[in-house]
């Protein structure tokens, strides 16, 4: 099995070494073998149903041996396993370890009567904070998505016994169901291939080939009646041109197929188990388990030597344990997990509220760092809602016969659902030739390719002969055509004829049309297939003209991306014209134009140098958009993609945020990490702001807890070395750090600056560690000034009175702590110029009153607190008030040395 290995790594990243899975999928690939080799009646046979389809006696007896055409990637996970998730984080894993450290220290090992849970108990209550937060957030944001998904539910073309063809959601599919194919279909179960015509597969989800393969309704090439032991089953399994799998998609043709396995059983469902949540980690990610891994290491370093300090200068190494475990707590940012989570979900909850469903949490942040968004123009920049507008001969005059012929290709074709078949079929004229398909049945149909531009079906006319009749773009149509319909009569298509026919269709496009052309062939029936080699020495017929305004929405919505610092990029398949026309009436300013062709000749290093001058790219084929998004990102930026094509797959995967609508294609559906149930820009701009607005937020608790924990490690060294007692007992450190996490939990509610929303954002983590160093010692003035004050001026310099020193650090460590992050979370003269949000000014204050107060209460006492002298206040409001200043100062400096804060 040496192919599953390396597939398992293109898929997800990881080296997988399962048995289980191993086996499962020798049994995939040994099923879709035995079946390629049978005839479709065999098979057909072997799967005990028929042409006509399943019965639904037959399907429920299925469905409940098989089960829902599902793999376990595809699931929300249930809410227990949520809350296990939950737990497995390091930060919770430092505690469980400090917990256990502090129950075996001081409960089982602790002299009989000197017993103290109270530290087990703050631990505690830290932990289930932190993980049931993190839990209720996601689980909410999880709830939300899947409510939402239940909207923009997949659906499959089948043939079944008593309800004829009709759609069904994917996950109903069973063994044995046919299923019709077309392009942009995701291809939803291991399928055996009956029927085919021109069908093309992209299985770059399990080969990495991203050149489409060809599908055939015969045997495949393999060796009879057995593979030799040297040949790779797995390689030979994908090679087979009758079997489709799970999980790849149609890019063109059409086919009727027989669902061989579904669900777990499929080849891709086989490993699904292994492939569930490896998400390949975004920037942000990464960037998060950097700052993680540094404040693990840091406090696996510090830690050690204060409680060797401690021991060493103190004498008591158990207090020192006790101290240095108190420490290790505090230095523990256990809150990262809840606040990044509770972002990300309360950013998610608030976007599904605008009908737009965020796929994976992490992907609302890097839709707020994007700073550049790539769209398609139909359906986006305009309406979507296509009607036809005319149908002219060639010489621009209205003929009905060119709707005639129209009529003919858009009822019959069985490919792509489009708007543009939509609209000639609801077109008023269009109603009085109803039956025209039944006097000229349909008898072949060359389906629609992105790289042809045009479709063609075959009817057969009152002689017997059969008639080729093509509609597509206008340069595709004229290079296969030889005559024009004049008057009743076929005249050569002559090079002015031609020039002609090219100029009318771009002053149509000009007039805001999009533009087809319209022929036919006449033919001897005969009984093969036809394919594109049949579509030359067409005579055309004339144009159909379609209107699709721009949308009123679309340029505030660019206008106020362009604001926000995101350079918009138009990226279509449509011609110059009409797309110069709908930039012009959106006021999209064209600062320069690529045309497909161009595309194609440049070397990546050369599209590189001209993505950055051109922001309107035309006539663009799928492998043409997926170049121009990895030449932005190549070029530094973060790129965003909205699409809703097959020919937007391929970009969308490429992209930092793929983005699409509930009405697009399976395929573009299934790339992207947001869809959008209404397909609005200015929901789009919402949600860039939304993203920027939760990494504020995540931003704000990092920098703070980075830059304060660095100070209070510089603080305490200071401290065990020079006081003759700890400068705050294990206990004061816990309750400190509970009081502050506390505060800390109402940042996802928090304000963020306008300025800040204006920029996009994305990870710095040099910017972290620069924060750290510069804002960490300024806390440690100001330990350090306090230390002075309570050994000095208040006298607390024995180890008889450091409950007083200790009470009097408590109070200033916690106030400031509390009260430094409305200094640090706008880059502004905080309180005057930017205030906090009301749950930040509610959860601040109250840790704020709670920390004067306890002192003085009975229960401050209990734990080793001192009541503070009345004279000690004003020093505190002294100390905090310069604290204050000297951190704006600070600010004020930073800034215009690094042009940045958060």
Same mark, same amino acid.
């Given at each position: ?7 398992f ?27 390629s ?24 007896e299925?469905?409940a ?17 949520q ?26 090992f ?12 703050i ?7 932190s ?5 209720v957030?996601?689980? $909410? ?10 909207l923009v ?5 089948? #043939?079944?016994?008593?309800t ?10 069973v063994?044995?169901?046919l299923?019709?194919?077309a392009?942009? +279909? ?26 489409p393969?060809?599908?055939?309704a015969?045997s ?11 040949i790779? @089953?797995d390689a ?16 063109s ?6 669902a ?8 891709f ?15 942000f990610?990464?960037?998060?388990? #950097? ?6 290491r ?7 030597i204060?409680?060797v ?26 809150m990262?997990?809840?606040? %990044? ?11 599904? *509220? ?13 839709l ?5 968004l790539?769209?398609?123009?139909? *359906?986006?920049?305009?309406? +979507? ?27 019959? #074709? ?14 008023e ?7 025209? @398909? ?7 149909e &060359?389906?629609?390719?992105?790289a ?9 006319t ?13 340069a ?5 055509s ?5 008057g009743? @009569? %076929?005249?050569? !298509? ?11 269709a771009a ?17 001897d029936?005969?009984?093969g ?11 055309? %017929?004339?144009?159909i ?8 929405s ?14 918009v ?19 999209? #300013?064209i600062?320069?134009?690529l ?7 440049m070397?990546d290093?050369?599209?590189e140098?001209?993505v ?6 035309v ?13 932005l990102?190549q070029?530094g930026?973060?790129?965003g ?16 945020v793929g ?11 299934e790339s ?12 789009l ?5 939304r ?12 920098q ?13 060294? %200071? =401290?065990?070395? =020079? ?10 450190l816990? &309750? $400190? ?10 940042i ?20 972290? =560690? ?6 960490g010692?300024?806390?440690s003035?100001?330990?350090f000034t306090?230390?002075?004050l309570?050994?000095?001026?208040f006298?607390?310099n024995?180890?008889?009175? $450091? ?15 509390? !009260?430094?992050?409305h ?19 509610? =959860?601040?204050g ?6 004067l107060?306890?002192?003085?209460t ?26 204050c ?16 804060w958060?």
């Amino acid at each position: 099995m040496t192919f599953v290995r390396p597939l398992f790594q293109r898929l997800s990243g990881l080296e997988i070494h399962t048995e289980e899975v191993t086996e499962a999928v020798s049994a995939a690939s040994e099923r879709l073998l035995a079946a390629s080799r049978l005839e479709p009646d065999g098979l057909l046979e072997h799967l005990e149903t028929g042409r006509s389809g399943l019965s639904e006696a037959a399907i429920a007896e299925r469905r409940a041996r098989f089960g829902r055409n599902e793999v376990a990637h595809e699931r929300t996970p249930a809410w227990y396993r949520q809350l296990l998730k939950a737990f497995i984080n390091p930060f919770v894993g430092i505690l469980v370890v400090l917990a256990v450290i502090s129950y075996l220290t001081e409960v089982v090992f602790a002299p009989p009567g000197e017993q103290d849970i109270a530290a087990l108990v703050i631990i505690i209550v830290l932990i289930l904070i932190s993980v049931l937060l993190t839990f209720v957030q996601e689980y $909410q944001a999880n709830k939300a998505a899947d409510q939402l998904l239940a909207l923009v539910q997949t659906t499959t073309t089948v #043939q079944r016994q008593e309800t004829g063809r009709s759609r069904v959601p994917t996950t109903e599919l069973v063994p044995g169901d046919l299923v019709h194919l077309a392009a942009g +279909d995701l291809i939803p179960a291991d399928v055996y291939v009956l029927s085919a015509n021109n069908l093309s597969v992209n299985e770059a989800a399990l080969t990495g080939e991203s050149l489409p393969v060809e599908k055939h309704a015969r045997s495949a090439r393999l060796p009879e009646p057995a593979l030799p032991s040297e040949i790779d @089953e797995d390689a030979a399994v994908l090679d087979l041109e009758n079997i489709a799998f799970m999980g790849t998609y149609v890019v063109s043709g059409t086919a009727q197929v027989a669902a061989v396995a579904t669900g777990s059983r499929t080849y891709f469902g086989s490993m699904s188990r292994e492939l569930v949540g490896h998400h390949p980690p975004s920037s942000f990610d990464r960037g998060v388990n #950097q700052v993680s891994l540094l404040l693990i290491r840091f406090m696996a370093v510090m830690v050690p030597i204060i409680f060797v300090i401690n021991g060493l200068t103190k004498g008591d190494w158990f207090q020192a344990l006790l101290f240095g475990l108190a420490v290790a707590v505090g230095l523990t940012p256990e809150m990262l997990p809840t606040i %990044v989570t509770a972002n990300l979900a309360k950013g998610t909850l608030e976007l599904a *509220g605008r009908r737009t469903i965020v796929k994976r949490l992490s992907a609302i942040q890097n839709l707020g760092a994007i700073d550049v968004l790539c769209t398609d123009k139909t *359906g986006t920049l305009t309406e +979507d809602a296509v009607g036809l507008d005319c149908y002219l001969d060639v010489h621009g005059t209205e003929d009905l016969e060119v709707l005639n012929y129209a009529y003919l290709n858009s009822v019959h #074709q069985t490919g792509l659902d489009n708007p543009l078949d939509a609209a000639v079929l609801a077109h008023e004229a269009a109603g009085s030739l109803g039956g025209l @398909e039944r006097r000229y049945p349909m008898v072949g149909e &060359i389906p629609f390719e992105t790289a042809r531009r045009r479709m063609s079906v075959i009817v057969e006319t009152d002689e017997g002969r059969h008639r080729l009749i093509c509609k597509g773009a206008i340069a595709e149509m004229l290079s296969i055509s030889s005559a024009v319909l004049d008057g009743g @009569e %076929v005249v050569p !298509l002559t090079e002015p004829l031609r020039e002609q026919i090219a100029a009318r269709a771009a002053a149509l496009n000009r007039s805001g049309l999009r533009v087809l052309l319209v022929g036919y062939r006449v033919a001897d029936p005969r009984d093969g297939p036809y394919g594109v080699a049949d579509e030359h020495d067409l005579i055309l %017929v004339g144009f159909i003209g379609f209107l699709d305004p721009p949308k009123t929405s679309a340029g505030p919505a660019i206008a106020a991306l362009q604001g926000q610092g995101v350079a918009v990029r138009v990226i279509t398949g449509d011609n110059e014209t009409v797309t110069r026309r709908i930039c012009g009436e959106i006021g999209l #300013q064209i600062d320069g134009l690529l045309q497909g062709y161009q595309v194609d000749q440049m070397s990546d290093e050369d599209l590189e140098r001209a993505v950055g001058a051109v922001n309107i790219f035309v006539r663009m084929a799928p492998l043409q958009k997926s170049r121009v998004v990895n030449a932005l990102k190549q070029n530094g930026h973060t790129v965003g993609f909205l699409g809703d094509g097959i020919n937007d797959a391929p970009a969308l995967r490429d992209a930092d945020v793929g983005v699409s609508v509930d009405n697009a294609v399976d395929i573009a559906k299934e790339s992207a990490d947001i869809l959008l149930l209404d397909k609005d820009l200015l929901i789009l701009e919402e949600g860039v702001g939304r993203g920027r607005h939760v990494f504020g937020n995540i931003m704000k608790y990092i920098q703070i807890t980075a830059s304060s924990n660095f100070g209070n490690v510089f603080s305490v060294l %200071v =401290a065990s070395l =020079a006081l003759p007692f700890t400068p705050m007992l294990p206990l004061h450190l816990l &309750i $400190q750090n509970l009081l502050y996490d506390i505060s800390q939990l109402s940042i996802p509610w928090d304000n963020v600056d306008a300025e800040y929303l204006a920029r996009p954002r994305r990870w710095n983590p040099g910017g972290i =560690a620069r924060f750290m160093l510069v804002l960490g010692p300024v806390s440690s003035i100001f330990d350090f000034t306090t230390f002075a004050l309570m050994w000095y001026v208040f006298g607390a310099n024995t180890v008889a009175r $450091q409950s007083l020193f200790q009470s009097g650090w408590f109070v200033l460590g916690l106030l400031s702590q509390t !009260l430094i992050f409305h200094m640090i979370r706008t880059s502004k003269t905080p309180f005057v110029q930017s205030i906090a949000s009301r749950p930040v000014l509610l =959860a601040t204050g109250i840790v704020i009153v709670i920390g004067l107060i306890l002192p003085f209460t009975p229960y401050g006492a209990a734990v080793g607190f001192e009541s503070l002298p009345g004279s000690y206040f004003p020093w505190l409001l002294l100390t905090l008030l310069a604290y204050c200043i000297l951190i704006q100062l600070v600010k004020v400096w930073y800034i215009r040395r690094f042009d940045m804060w958060l």
